[in-house]
Nanobody
Framework: QVQLVESGGGLVRAGGSLRLSCAAS????????IGWYRQSAGKERELVAS???????NYSDSVKGRFAISRDSAKNTGYLQMNGLKAEDTGVYYC???????????????????WGQGTQVTISS
């Protein structure tokens, strides 16, 4: 009922930049929190950054000062600007969102958590 689609991944050299986007679609009323997670080879998925509805942000220590999360509520889209990329930033980046949405063909409203399909980010040293 809600889909998240990430884009913007790719291959860049160390020190470069990428901007990831996460576009949500469906019968969305509101998106409470957007989070970006990273899963590197052989490691568990970890939270990189998150932003809530008022705009408060949270970052993992490994990306503070280099990454910036933002959102455009009118477009139901979240962004992750990644600067000063390092080899250890390599991984699949997933978007996660807590979405308030209408149930199709129903008057019901629910709040549920959704994941995107992931986008590969590869940093060459």
């Amino acid at each position: 009922q809600v889909q998240l689609v990430e884009s913007g991944g790719g291959l860049v050299r160390a020190g470069g930049s990428l901007r990831l986007s996460c576009a949500a679609s469906g019968s969305i009323i509101n998106i409470n929190t957007i989070g970006w997670y990273r899963q590197s080879a052989g490691k568990e998925r970890e939270l990189v950054a998150s932003i809530n509805l008022p705009g408060f942000t949270n970052y993992s220590d490994s990306v503070k000062g280099r990454f910036a999360i933002s959102r455009d509520s009118a477009k139901n889209t979240g962004y992750l600007q990644m600067n000063g990329l390092k080899a250890e930033d390599t991984g699949v980046y997933y978007c996660n969102a807590e979405v308030v949405h209408r149930i199709t063909s129903s008057f019901r409203i629910e709040t549920a958590n959704y994941w995107g399909q992931g986008t590969q980010v590869t940093i060459s040293s």
